[in-house]
């Protein structure tokens, strides 16, 4: 369920970069959401079909092409922030799982481009800024 007309009221924190489990078709990382003083952990994932129209090379199924991590990544933060603050809550002692379903590509094309996921972001992102906090991996804390 997705929030309308939010204001930037969270601070979301990618933690680790998008893996491919064996034998599994999605690619998972997890997320830190810290609202109102709250902080909530969350698991993140992406179908493996829909993780096919981002940017980049993904050789065999290999997570290493930086621009498709990049693009993961900032998919993630835009579904995070729009998500409710129950979505986030755990039941029953396990972690949440959050869904992170891509748009297509405009146009019709198959592929988007690392320049198209990065405007998509900032607009979906307008309240937030958005940084590289650590080596490959990104946050959204709003603006001042």
Same mark, same amino acid.
């Given at each position: 369920m997705s929030r309308i007309g939010f204001n930037a009221d969270r601070t979301i924190t990618m933690e680790r970069e998008f893996f491919r489990p064996p034998d599994v078709p999605v690619r998972r990382s997890s997320a830190r959401i810290e609202i109102f003083g709250h902080t909530y952990h969350v698991e993140v994932e992406i179908d493996g079909d829909d993780d096919l129209?981002? #940017?980049?090379? &993904?050789?065999?199924? $290999?997570?290493?092409?930086?621009? @498709?991590? +990049?693009? @993961?990544?900032? *998919? =993630?933060?835009?579904e995070l922030s729009q998500r409710l603050t129950r979505d986030f809550e755990k039941r029953s002692g396990v972690l949440p799982k959050v869904d992170v379903s891509m #748009? +297509? #590509?405009h146009?019709? @094309?198959l592929n988007w481009t690392i320049e198209e996921? @990065? &405007? /998509? *972001?900032?607009? $979906?992102? =307008?309240? /937030?800024?958005? $940084?590289?906090w650590s080596l490959g991996l990104w946050q959204a804390k709003p603006r001042d």
């Open positions: 129209c981002l #940017p980049g090379v &993904d050789p065999h199924g $290999k997570d290493a092409d930086p621009d @498709r991590q +990049k693009a @993961r990544q900032w *998919m =993630a933060l835009c #748009p +297509k #590509p146009g019709g @094309r996921v @990065r &405007d /998509y *972001m900032s607009q $979906k992102l =307008a309240g /937030y800024h958005i $940084k590289e």
